[in-house]
């Protein structure tokens, strides 16, 4: 019997969307990458995959070493379980992407080493990823769910956009294919996370009060303001 349906929805709605990125070819985009994009353009590509990889690697740790041992319903537990594949294959999809593509992918994959924005951006994320830490609250599981909204709703679009941005220019084909396979995880994952937020809000009303709701607000457009 299930006590928390959604997340046994969110689940099978995660494992629909099953794909691979080695069955992407990404020879085509190689050949672009070298012939046919601009300095500023691998400057740009460049800077998105950075941009991007970091994200889903904190993601992935976050999930497995942070909030998934606080959580104990079953369906919510495969539903964690579940985008915690969909994140290691994004994280193997930038990888891909990065060693096919470029001729230094260590240099992206090491940029908020050398970037400032990046790095702070960076800190941020895995700042908020800590919220729970050791002091584990209802009120601390909330927050975390607000920001893991605001990591999978906020702060890959940047990155998702200028890729999709190159295949309008009929550029990096492959690449933007790839994204849209990462794209729609990331949108379902943001659907499983705000019926988390309902389904905690059934269960813990007296959590939700004014102080709760400015935090989150707060965390939100701190994010927002960032990815600007």
């Not at 006590?3 to 995660?14: G, I, R």
């Not at 193997?92 to 240099?107: I, Q, R």
């Not at 992206?108 to 990823?129: C, H, P, R």
């Not at 599981?141 to 009929?170: C, D, K, P, Q």
Request: aromatic residues 14%; proline residues 3%; hydrophobic residues 40%.
């Amino acid at each position: 019997p299930l006590k928390h349906s959604w997340a046994m929805d969110s689940f099978l709605e995660m494992c629909s969307n099953d794909w691979r990125p080695q069955t992407i070819e990404m020879q085509p985009d190689v050949l672009c990458y070298r012939d046919e994009l601009s300095d500023a353009e691998r400057f740009t590509y460049n800077k998105c995959l950075a941009f991007l990889s970091n994200l889903d690697g904190i993601q992935l740790h976050n999930i497995t070493d942070n909030i998934s041992k606080y959580v104990t319903s079953p369906e919510v537990k495969m539903a964690f379980t579940r985008q915690a594949f969909d994140e290691s294959l994004h994280v193997l999809s930038y990888s891909y992407m990065a060693e096919a593509v470029s001729g230094n992918p260590m240099e992206i994959y090491m940029t908020f080493q050398k970037d400032g924005a990046l790095a702070k951006k960076n800190e941020v994320i895995l700042k908020q990823s800590r919220i729970l830490g050791e002091n584990f609250s209802p009120r601390t599981f909330i927050l975390t769910t607000v920001s893991n909204v605001a990591l999978e709703g906020i702060f890959f679009y940047t990155g998702f956009l200028y890729m999709y941005n190159f295949a309008r220019y009929r550029k990096m084909m492959k690449s933007s294919e790839m994204i849209s396979y990462i794209n729609r995880d990331e949108d379902c994952h943001l659907r499983f996370f705000l019926k988390l937020w309902n389904g905690l809000k059934l269960e813990h009303p007296s959590e939700f009060n004014s102080k709760l709701i400015d935090d989150a607000r707060e965390l939100l457009y701190t994010s927002s303001e960032l990815e600007k």
